[in-house]
């Protein structure tokens, strides 16, 4: 299929509806043609020669007919070598085609789907005139602003918009017939510095939908908008021919950023400078309120330093640090990039008095020793290596020392290599010896060369020492590339609700289990989740993110159900729906990859690792025209990072596949399996393991996938980075303790506190047999060990690797000295919240394990009711056995429970069935803390530990 260029795709548009205008279309209530008329009579006869010749020229133009040859109907009724619209239409009458196979064919086959102008012209024809109506005006707030417009002052109904990575949509609808034409308009808000009286629409050529996309929302969309609704046909009165002027306007609005946004504008750079000098900070925000900014060293809050400029003098070894600048409204706060500055100090030994300087005689000065790089040094350095510089002269009189640098690039592709001075000469740092680290460029800075006078004051004489040239390097030190803080986000989607759509994955689970350990032993905090919305996405990503920072190593998986269209990834959630009549756009049913790797980018991370094990299929036509509109009318702006890899399961136009382990019965990814067997590896750079994979992927898969899948991984690090790097310190930092906050039961109230020190709650249940009547009941209270009581029954609850999820299952303890009645039965039953059981059976026949996953729906069933073996798992206890189940019972969808866990224990025997009183109950903290995957109280949660997050 081919793809146009917005200056392309507008000069189409407006051909298109020259043609469109020029054919008129009567306010007859008849229609002018019927759905059952043969292609062959509306090419032919005169009464339809001008539609006919209108409706060819569309095709041309839109060049539609050459997107009918993928037709499977043509292709069965051997249509297939045409070369233009008057060709394929002549082909079909003469296959005795008509007007509404023709339209089945466009639709049903998704090849040209609304709002292609050869299947509205052609369905517009099949009916009478009919006067456009608003069906759905612009969404906005109550709140209006006013406007003069040529001496008229016109009220604008406020919407408010989200700035940041998500889409936001602008929508209006109509109806009528002729098909509606939407054309928008926009008139930019004024610079707040120099406002205009001048009010001039400016028409949005690029688009002719009923939906603006901007994605993403910045400061610069925000303005003035509406739009304006016209058939997209001439219309002529039926008796007069005179043409009639049908059209509407949409509300006109003021699109605003929400209350309280900003984004920053102008960061900071880091610095290097000589002690005692000085230094300047800049930030910069944006935004409709007012700002306040506040400066912070190394997380220590600048009292009085609350401007957008932060200058320091007197600059001491004191004052080397990371500095960063809160950017915030009354509303929002925005953290700026954190930079490094560097104090460059003289030798101890150096001093300032003109004593220390005196160390030979007479007026001449010779020199003694010369600076020299010590032989690690001939290779780049990297940035923050420490480097130790030495000039002396021998002089009778006292004598001034001065480091002087520049920067210069040398590009070594050319020969000779060209040397290009990128930065001035500026003073570093005074004395005979100059103690400081290697700090970043800029500016395609490759090198830095040092060079030191030394001058006497009496005589006016000054020597300079040999230059040095200190090659910089793109890496970092291992001090500054390891990490104080790892942290990974693993989604998994594989239950979905449109099966038809998206049939369910079996491998996904198995994936994130066998990957989360991987990365747990590498020092990975790791959040996981199970099928989840697109919202409950977002707000995992952003939880996610909140952990992320300039010395983390940050790590996102997705497992699950992708849409490919070019380069692009869209991450298909569990409710998510591709049908071709939802008017929804796209950012409300998948996720665009950009925001995944625009989150992760502006937190800026020390190393960030994005995997999305999907396919990357091409969707269907219809799905491809949305993101095409989409794209052209504000296309998809991706943030990188320089410290951004990216490693895809296939490639694009390719599948991703499953595959069945023959030894467990369980389904595995082929790209999972391959990235397992290296990822682990602590000697291999993160490269390097992507690598391996492909190369694993060619050698050891067998043809028939690895012809239609290949992985692959785009890099852009400029240094090797290992997954398995040591934390940079062996203290818990604030991340760790925020995070071990969040996931842990011990953080919870009452009845963890005495019992879920191991991350378990535990319940116990007492059970009396009467051995006379052959009767149970359950005994409540205070189980003790010597209480009479024939038998325990505790229920144990432990958070799962997915953080939506809770495991449970039962310790059984037979304490009486007969024996266990052998038709005892346990079951559980959900009360709020969905049980699944995992097993495994050998077919008899290939003597394969399968696995078997069976799900019990929650139950509100009345205690009086009778509870069949369907409503909970069932297990019959047996004498000597002491856990149930063998593979622990798992409570899924957690993150969509507003209150407590709560389960109903049954004891069943052939005589009884006997339903515990009460409701056992406990917590689990992603309700305790979360309200669909959002934070519900930072401050409570984070209290004495993070203050930023």
């Excluded at 953290?335 to 560097?342: A, D, I, P, T, W």
């Excluded at 590896?681 to 190369?695: A, G, H, M, P, T």
């Excluded at 856990?883 to 993150?895: A, C, E, I, N, W």
Aim: charged share 25%; aromatic share 10%.
């Amino acid at each position: 299929m081919e793809e146009l260029d917005t200056e392309e795709y507008i000069r189409r548009i407006k051909a298109l509806n020259k043609i469109k205008d020029a054919y008129e279309f009567t306010t007859s209530s008849q229609s002018r043609i019927s759905p059952n008329l043969l292609l062959w009579n509306f090419l032919r006869d005169d009464e339809y020669k001008r539609e006919a010749d209108t409706f060819i020229r569309i095709m041309e133009t839109e060049q539609s007919w050459d997107k009918l040859r993928y037709s499977k109907i043509l292709i069965q009724n051997q249509i297939i070598n045409f070369k233009s619209a008057s060709e394929l239409l002549n082909l079909m009458a003469t296959k005795n085609f008509t007007i509404s196979h023709f339209l089945k064919i466009c639709i049903e086959d998704n090849l040209l789907p609304y709002p292609s102008d050869t299947v509205s012209f052609l369905h517009d024809l099949n009916y009478g005139y009919q006067l456009l109506k608003m069906v759905r005006d612009i969404d906005a707030s109550n709140e209006r602003v006013k406007r003069r417009i040529n001496d008229v002052t016109e009220e604008f109904h406020v919407v408010y918009a989200k700035v940041g990575p998500d889409p936001v949509t602008i929508q209006v609808q109509s109806s009528g017939i002729p098909s509606p034409r939407y054309e928008w308009f926009y008139r930019p808000n004024d610079d707040p510095a120099s406002p205009s009286d001048d009010f001039t629409w400016i028409p949005l050529s690029a688009t002719q939908d009923n939906v603006l996309y901007f994605d993403p929302f910045t400061f610069s969309d925000s303005g003035y908008y509406y739009c304006r609704i016209q058939h997209n046909l001439c219309v002529v009165a039926e008796v007069t021919k005179g043409k009639l002027d049908d059209w509407t306007t949409s509300k006109k609005i003021f699109l605003r950023p929400e209350r309280g946004s900003l984004v920053i504008t102008k960061q900071p750079a880091p610095a290097e400078c000589s002690f005692g000098g000085s230094v300047i900070f800049e930030c910069e925000g944006e935004s409709f309120e007012l700002l306040s900014y506040q400066w912070f060293k190394d997380d220590d809050k600048l009292i009085g330093e609350d401007k957008p400029v932060l200058k320091l003098s007197n600059l001491t070894l004191e004052n080397t640090g990371n500095y960063h600048c809160i950017v915030s409204t009354g509303a929002m706060r925005e953290k700026s990039y954190v930079v490094r500055l560097s104090v460059n100090t003289s030798s101890p030994i150096s001093g300032t008095g003109e004593e220390l300087d005196i160390t030979g005689e007479g007026d001449q000065m010779v020199i003694k020793t010369q600076p020299e790089l010590p032989k690690y040094a001939q290779q780049p350095m990297p940035i923050g290596e420490k480097i130790n510089l030495k000039f002396e002269v021998w002089c009778g009189r006292p004598v001034v020392y001065e480091w002087l640098k520049q920067g210069v690039r040398e590009d070594v592709t050319l020969n000779p290599p060209e040397v290009t001075v990128r930065s001035a000469i500026t003073p570093v740092s005074n004395g005979r010896e100059l103690v400081g680290e290697v700090v970043e460029g800029g500016e395609g800075i490759t090198s830095w060369q040092y060079v030191c006078r030394a001058y006497c004051p009496s005589t006016g004489e000054s020597v300079y020492s040999d230059i040095i040239k200190l090659k910089v390097a793109k890496a970092t030190t291992n001090e500054c590339s390891f990490p104080k803080f790892k942290i990974a986000l693993v989604i998994c989607e594989e239950k979905y609700q449109k099966t038809a759509q998206f049939p369910s994955l079996k491998a996904t689970r198995n994936d994130g289990e066998a990957l989360i350990k991987a990365l747990q032993e590498l020092q990975f905090q790791v959040l996981a989740f199970t099928n989840l919305t697109l919202g409950q996405l977002r707000n995992a990503i952003d939880l996610f993110a909140s952990f992320i920072d300039e010395e983390t190593y940050a790590l996102f998986y997705y497992n699950g159900h992708a849409v490919g269209h070019n380069e692009d990834i869209y991450l298909a959630t569990v409710e998510s729906s591709l049908d071709e009549h939802d008017l929804s756009p796209l950012s409300q049913v998948l996720l665009h990859h950009g925001h995944v790797e625009s989150v992760i980018s502006e937190k800026n991370p020390l190393l960030g690792v994005i995997i999305y094990d999907s396919c990357r299929d091409d969707p269907k036509e219809f799905v491809k025209k949305k993101l095409e509109a989409s794209k052209q009318s504000s296309g998809y702006i991706i943030k990188s990072s320089p410290n951004l890899v990216l490693g895809y399961g296939t490639m694009p136009n390719m599948k991703a596949f499953e595959e069945s382990d023959i030894r467990t019965g369980t389904q595995v990814g082929v790209y999972m399996k391959h990235l397992l067997n290296h990822i682990r590896k602590k000697d291999l750079d993160i490269e390097r393991v992507f690598k391996n994979v492909q190369n694993d992927f060619q050698k050891l898969t067998a043809a028939s996938i690895s012809e239609r899948m290949k992985p692959e991984y785009r890099s852009s690090l400029g240094q090797e980075m290992y997954l398995g790097a040591n934390l940079r310190q062996r203290k818990t930092n604030v991340l760790q303790k925020a995070f071990f906050r969040l996931n842990r039961c011990e953080y919870l109230f009452s009845p963890f506190s005495p019992t879920s020190s191991n991350g378990k709650f535990e319940f116990p249940q007492g059970i009396k047999w009467n051995q006379d009547d052959t009767n149970l009941s359950w005994v409540h209270g205070q189980v003790a060990a010597n209480n009479g009581l024939d038998g325990v029954l505790t229920l144990v609850a432990s958070t799962s690797v997915f953080f939506n999820e809770c495991e449970v299952y039962f310790r059984f303890d037979w304490r009486s000295i007969a024996d266990l009645p052998p038709d005892v039965n346990v079951q559980v039953v959900g009360r709020n919240v969905s049980i699944i059981m995992r097993s495994l059976y050998v077919d008899k026949t290939s003597g394969q394990n399968h696995s078997l996953e069976t799900v019990y729906q929650p139950c509100s069933k009345d205690r009086k009711d009778t509870f069949l073996t369907k409503d909970g798992p069932l297990f019959k206890l047996k004498d000597g056995v002491t856990r149930y189940p063998d593979s622990p019972m798992v409570l899924v969808g957690l993150q969509d429970l507003k209150d407590r866990v709560k389960l109903l224990l049954i004891l069943r025997t052939n005589e009884q069935l006997l339903v515990a009183p009460g409701l056992v109950c406990f917590p689990l903290p992603i309700m305790e803390h979360t309200e669909n995957l959002q934070i519900r109280d930072k401050k409570s949660l984070y209290a004495g530990i993070v203050q930023n997050l």
